[in-house]
């Protein structure tokens, strides 16, 4: 049974980073994207960001230049780093697995979140 | 960004009730539309992609239809287990957007 669990601080100063730890079990990373994404009571479910299993990013632009993701297949984790965090970055932050099914008729792949972590929630507080 | 709107955003429903649930997107996305559902406390599940293909272990009283801006994901007897929220989620560009949410009480 493939797992993820998200580790980390849970009070984080304003002004300082933000760093956070996904870890798989049950399951090897390869070949699949591996998300970032927060829910706060303010602006509901946001996608921050995904990394692949081999590295490539793509983040979300108005977090571009704050959000860093990296991957580490070999412990089976990935991670995110937010810079300069306020108030508004207060979220429960969950990890997610990024997975797709191929429609060889219309030659095409459909995405969806297929697994995700039980969240951890930051604050961001003095 | 694409703009995912929900409605209603909240709904009070009995048991054995047929529930419909909407979401339009700000502009077309073909099929690429997911629902999830997340019970209090915990995250979302996975019930439908690519609009109307149901993800595996999801019982057949959901059922979702659309395309191009407009979707819809239907409960056909409300049971008590699926008291939650449910959410939109569009895959069709970055970055990927998800709709505000449907709240379902009896």
């Known amino acids: 049974q493939v797992q993820l669990q998200e580790s980390g601080p849970g009070l984080v100063k304003p002004s300082e980073t933000l760093s956070l730890t996904c870890s798989v079990s049950?399951?090897?990373?390869?070949?699949?994207?591996w998300d970032w994404i927060r829910q706060s009571a303010g602006k509901g479910l946001e996608w921050m960001g995904r990394?692949?299993?081999?590295?490539?990013?793509t983040y979300h632009p108005s977090l571009k230049g704050r959000l860093i993701m990296s991957v580490d297949t070999s412990k089976n984790q990935f991670s995110l780093t937010l810079d300069s965090v306020t108030a508004a970055d207060t979220a429960i932050y969950y990890c997610?697995?990024?997975?797709?099914?191929?429609?060889?008729?219309?030659?095409?792949?459909?995405?969806?979140?297929?697994?995700w972590g039980r969240g951890a929630l930051v604050t961001v507080s003095s | 960004d694409i703009q995912m709107t929900q409605s209603p955003s909240s709904l009070s429903a009995s048991v054995g009730d047929r529930v419909t649930i909407t979401c339009q997107a700000s502009?077309?996305?073909?099929?690429?539309l997911n629902w999830y559902q997340q019970k209090p406390g915990n995250a979302p599940t996975l019930l439908i992609y690519d609009a109307s293909n149901l993800h595996k272990g999801v019982p057949s009283r959901f059922g979702g239809s659309g395309s191009g801006r407009d979707f819809t994901l239907t409960i056909t007897s409300l049971q008590p287990e699926d008291i939650a929220t449910y959410f939109c989620q569009q895959d069709d560009s970055h970055p990927l957007t998800f709709g505000g949410g449907t709240k379902v009480e009896v």
């Open positions: 997610a697995r990024e997975a797709y099914v191929w429609d060889s008729p219309r030659l095409r792949n459909y995405w969806y979140f297929d697994l």
């Open positions: 990394i692949y299993s081999g590295g490539t990013t």
């Open positions: 049950g399951a090897a990373m390869s070949g699949y994207y």
């Open positions: 502009q077309d996305i073909r099929t690429d």
